[in-house]
């Protein structure tokens, strides 16, 4: 059975930085990509970062305008984990985090919830001004 589960949230000031992780377990997973979707209250989750496996694509990374320039996604594919590092937070990216996964091969860098079949519980993420 695969897992996702993300590290890394909690409180920040606007303009700090904070970088989370998510470590993909599950024997014989081999996702295309990885993601990282946000979900602020009273609002529908929206993309934010997608990154293809290396061994699959070197196309990429993705990027909401949001938050282009800002923040990076990186991967470690041998250990299967994803990160994000987010810096100069703005109060608008107070949400809750989720990390995703695909192995669906038309998932490969995709933007669209739909495309990602594996998903994290969600970590917090508040930024206060």
């Known amino acids: 059975q695969v897992q996702l589960v993300e590290s890394g949230g909690g409180l920040a000031q606007a303009g700090d930085n904070l970088r989370l992780s998510c470590a993909a377990s599950g024997r014989t997973f081999s996702p295309y990509g990885m993601g990282w979707f946000r979900q602020a209250p009273g609002k529908e989750r929206e993309f934010v970062a997608a990154i293809r496996w290396s061994r699959w694509s070197s196309k990429g990374p993705y990027y909401a305008d949001s938050v282009k320039g800002r923040f990076t996604i990186s991967s470690d594919d041998a250990k299967n984990t994803v990160y994000l590092q987010m810096n100069s937070l703005k109060t608008g990216d107070t949400a809750v985090y989720y990390c995703?996964?695909?192995?669906?091969?038309?998932?490969?860098?995709?933007?669209?919830?739909?495309?990602?079949?594996?998903w994290g519980q969600g970590t917090q993420v508040t930024v206060s001004s």
């Open positions: 995703a996964a695909t192995t669906l091969s038309y998932g490969l860098g995709s933007v669209k919830l739909d495309d990602y079949n594996y």
